[in-house]
């Protein structure tokens, strides 16, 4: 196909063709903080104005630079990844032992973590 669409498979398996990706929702959650973010544009920032200096210098804190930021977001997803497998509290009993009771409001609640993280991950 060309002008970049692709086949895609709706919820059913009936195949559709978008032809404009689909823009990011607005969340309530990144897998980086403002204040995280804004520090790590900075070092980018040091990092590229001390290239006409020290150019090899530059790379290698470069590469340092990406580590640290690659870290931090394989933290955060890994934390992402642990808050969607907790259990849900079955909302007929309050309780959090063993796995989500079988009752819809408790699905729900489960879809709609599950959701935002999903979101979260692939909007990055």
């Known amino acids: 196909m060309s002008g970049g669409t692709k086949p895609m498979n709706d919820f059913h398996g009936r195949g559709h063709v978008r032809t404009e990706p689909r823009p990011a929702r607005p969340r ?11 520090a790590f544009l900075a070092q ?7 290239f006409a200096a ?17 870290d931090s ?4 997803v890994a934390e992402i990844a642990d ?10 009993t309050g309780t959090m032992a063993g796995p989500p009771a079988p009752d819809e409001e408790t699905w729900r609640v489960q879809l709609l973590r599950c959701r935002e993280a999903f ?3 692939i909007d990055s």
């Open 54 to 70: 020290d150019p090899r210098g530059a790379a290698e804190a470069a590469e340092r630079l990406v580590g640290e930021l690659a």
């Open 119 to 121: 979101h979260l991950l």
């Open 44 to 50: 980018w920032d040091a990092v590229q104005t001390g």
């Open 28 to 38: 309530a959650f990144a897998l980086l903080d403002d204040t995280q973010r804004g």
């Open 83 to 92: 808050a969607v497998r907790r259990p849900v509290a079955d909302t007929a």
């Open 73 to 76: 977001v394989a933290r955060r």
